[in-house]
């Protein structure tokens, strides 16, 4: 009654929780594992034939009993340093027992578990009892199970009630695929957890499942296949041949049979598919041997090839799957590929002491006698079952019928379902260890995920693209060659296609199918990644391709992740397993390819028995980083353009993911864009992550060069040629410009030609004693930026011509005065170069020019001859003479101009006579400067010796003497002619009349006018 009370109490509860730790274990569980001691159990560990790793599973235990809830794993390397840890030891696991009563017997313990289950339990009978601390044996199958019982005593932790003495059993049900693994209390036979070991491939009939009992690594229960009438034979070498749909061949969709002669990989099954004993010889001649048993479920029927083991069947799809041929080529596709998963994989580390499935070992470590049932034709169901016990226990692949059409498909032709299915076991086997497959019994565990990756990359081709959209199941659900499979997304790197990410997970219901095909397209887009990397190799055995490296990564990982794993384990187990493989080589493009879906850096996975409260995250640990120069400047070009390109803006950008571009925008400018604009760098790495940084880029005017290349100095009153060149910066002249120049405080203006030149004239008027530039300058327009150029710049004085019209001889009043006034007086001309001056702005000195000494200060010249006329004045000075004790002395008088103008030059020097008189005569003379002459040469002062007078009279202007001779030219029609005015006969003397009081008077003489022009012999003027 207790346990009929029992079993109506607990039937209808399915599965418990997976239990965490209460908090981070402080046991160190490399230390401990090299140290006996019964705080722990190991339930597997293998050294990895691909990364030399040395895995260890664990469990903690309670005086030498383990203790479920516990899995822990540690992996060390080649080096014995531990590189990933997963430790949910319990600090204090002795003070969470709650009961340690066994008060149940093993038979009890299945009794109870049969009353709650509904079972029929027949005659119970123990097969087998190994003992020990936890009382291990093994039962009968009793009516209840297809598989032998096998029973064992453990703790059971859970966090919220502590730890329970429990019997650990499992029971594969008789009529269905559901193989269970139960926990029932050791007191009350209790079901405390169930876990279903059977896997199922479709979306039809979702439910959670989990895998296997935990039976270790000394585990030697048999589960022993369907009875044949083959008996073994010797005559063959175990080379077989099979008409199959040959690896990578998806399905009758998607190519032809062909007769496969001795398939079988020398490494994984050195002994053909048909060996069970190691020795050289078929045992035989059905499909079955070491790896797999392939059959028809309702009759355990295999087909048999005799000694020849040539699979060579007809295969006729519009005829009835069971037909004798089609069933027969059936079975043998479904032996050929199961054996096909079983030597790829072993090349990728899933091998006998990992757990892999065999009858023999062949003294390679694990545990043996656990070959793959294949079950053909399991029923008509539109589906596909794998059930994976602990290493020791044989999986059951269950295949069924599909009627979706007519005939039904058959799913032993579907290889990527088979594989699918095959790849429950090794995803089962590997997480956690072969010791332990409740491993994958979590909320967010990826084995749907797991399994579609193993079933596209064995049916993968060289013509596949990661942006093809690939379906699921086609071939079974009769979808078609392009049909949409059964997931809810096909599988492409195309995320208009399949736009999952990690949070599509949450809302996946409680289908481990909707999660996995999440999962399964991370792993699809990780794969694709490292085909586009390395190429694809179509030798899935020993390839070195992208797809074999996707193979090694995903199947270490499987043995590197923790027990009941979510998305962040899966993924920091792949990265671990690329760093203990390939030194890290890929794991940039693995970062990038799970921050792409979701599963970056600060994704949290959170508790992994809850698939909604994860946090997905899009970021890596090393993304580019892009680092901008300061603010610069450019200018435009002579078409007024700028460009920049992103060397110009980087300022050590970096990419720890490989530097695919650096790009800068806008990078393009025009005479619109003068000023300050704001850039923007782009860094982007070989997986398409971006950063950015921003500076400010002043775009300048396009730069002009002008050149003063016109006069350096002029004279006074001149013009001066002031020219200029400006060119663009190639040094092109710019026409159209205009170019100021200035001289002191003169300036002007100009516009430039086609050649960039630009010329004017400047009449100097400013004072030539001072220092002058000339500037010429070509002010900033809409578009060109200014320039200028300065050169020194004299102003030279203007030519004067002089002409003395003062006294040249001169006596004191009478003998006895020492002293005389000297009228001293010139006429002062401007040159006439064609551009009139101001005489007014000369000065005038006259000098001892024998002492070199002034005689006069510095005279302006401010009486003009014509007021309207400023180039022509005179300037007069008296000098006072002494002559001392003298009798007479003779003065070299000479003229300077000065100021504006300059001239000073002997041959304008006067001879000026002072004398004390003697007796009643004076003398005197002068110069003529014949201010009425016309014509090139009129108003030219020439050389005194040619044109003067002298006269001589007494005080009563009595006695006349003196001469004259003036030469002058004259201009008469163009023709320049010169004529002489000569003679010596002085008429008469008299004071002006017009003025009284005028020093000077006036002599009329007579002379004779000759034109004396003679071009051979010109004289001097």
Sequence with gaps: MLFILAFTYVGAQNVSEKNEPDESSKIDLVSLINQKSQTYVITKEHVSSVSGIRHVYLRQAINGLEVYGTESSVHIDKTGKAIRSHNNFINDIQATVKSTSNSLTAEQAITAVAGQMGYTLGSLQQLKSEGGLNQKAVFNRAGISSEEIPIKLMYYYQKESGTTLVWELSIAEVNSPDWWNFHVDASTGKIIDKVNWTRECNLIGDHTHANNINEGENNDIKF?????????????????????????????????????????????????????????????????????????????????????????????????????????????????????????????????????????????????????????????????????????????????????????????????????????????????????????????????????????????????????????????????????GIRDRLYTTDMTINEHTYDRIKVTGGSPHRLGEVWGTMLWDLAWGLIDQYGFDTDFYNGTGGNNIALTLVTEALKLQPCSPGFVDGRDAILAADQAIYGGANECLIWNTFARRGLGVSADQGDTDDRTDGTEAFDIPDPPVAVCVAPFAIQLDANLEATIDAADVDGGSTAPCGLASLSVSPNTFDCGDLGDVEVTLTVTDNYGNEATCTTTVTIEKSPTTLTYDGDLEGQYTDPADLSATLLDVDGNGLSGKTINFKIGSQSTSAVTNALGVAATTLILD??????????????????????????????????????????????????????????????????????????????????????????????????????????????????????????????????????????????????????????????????????????????????????????????????????????????????????QIKGNAIQSLGVDIADPNALFGEFITKANLQNITDPLNPISL
């Design 224 to 484: 022993v296949g369907p009875v044949n009438n083959t008996t073994a034979v010797d005559e063959t070498d175990g080379i077989g041949s099979y008409r199959v749909f040959a690896v990578p061949i998806e399905s009758p969709y998607y190519g032809s049979r062909s007769l496969q002669v001795n398939p079988a990989n020398a490494t994984a099954s050195p002994f053909g598919w048909h060996d069970t004993d190691g020795a050289l010889g078929a045992e035989f001649t059905i499909t079955r041997g070491n790896n797999v048993h392939a059959f028809r479920q309702s009759d355990t029927y295999s087909p048999d090839a005799g000694a020849s083991l040539v699979f060579d069947y007809a295969l006729d799809f519009t005829l009835d799957p069971d037909n004798a041929d089609n069933l027969d080529s059936s079975i043998t596709n479904l032996f050929y590929f199961n054996n096909i998963i079983h030597d790829v994989m072993y090349q990728y580390g899933f091998d006998e002491a990992s757990g892999n499935f065999q009858e023999n070992n062949y003294g390679k470590g694990g545990v043996g006698t656990d070959y793959v049932n294949a079950r053909a034709h399991f029923g008509v169901l539109c589906n596909a079952f794998f059930g994976t016990p602990v290493d020791g226990g044989s999986g059951s692949m269950e295949m069924y019928l599909c009627d979706n059409a007519t005939p039904n498909k058959d799913g032993d032709f579907d290889n990527l379902v088979i594989a699918h299915e095959y790849a429950h076991g090794i995803s089962n086997r590997l997480t956690g260890g072969a010791g332990d497959s409740d491993c994958l019994d979590n909320d967010e565990q990826m084995g749907e995920g797991w399994s579609d990756f193993y079933g596209y990359m064995l049916t993968m081709t060289s013509a596949d693209t990661g942006t093809d959209a690939r379906g699921v199941g086609n071939y079974l659900f009769d979808f078609g060659a392009n049909g949409a």
């Design 766 to 979: 400013q004072d030539p004693n001072n220092l002058y530039t000339v500037d010429a300058e070509f002010v900033e327009d809409a578009c060109y930026a200014g320039s200028s150029d300065s050169d020194p710049f004299d102003i030279l004085q203007e030519d004067a011509n002089v002409a003395y019209t003062g006294h040249t001889v001169q006596a004191t009043p009478n003998a006895g005065s020492s002293t005389a006034i000297v009228v001293l007086s010139a006429n002062i001309q401007d040159e006439d170069d064609g551009f009139p001056g101001d005489i007014g702005n000369a000065l005038v000195q006259f000098i001892d020019r024998d002492t070199n000494l002034p005689i006069s200060p510095l005279i302006p010249v401010t009486d003009l001859f014509d007021p309207n006329d400023p180039t022509i004045g005179t300037v007069s000075y008296e000098w006072l003479v002494d002559l001392g004790n003298q009798t007479s002395q003779t003065f070299t008088v000479g003229i300077i101009v000065s100021g504006c103008y300059t001239q000073n030059d002997s041959a304008d020097d006067t001879i000026v006579n002072v004398y004390k008189p003697k007796g009643d005569f004076i003398t005197g003379g002068g110069y003529f400067f014949p201010v009425n002459s016309v014509g090139s040469y009129a108003s030219t002062n020439g050389l005194q010796v040619n044109f003067g007078f002298n006269v001589k009279f007494n005080k009563k202007g009595k006695k006349l003497k003196g001469h004259m001779n003036i030469i002058f030219r004259r201009d008469e029609g163009g023709v320049i002619n010169t004529y």
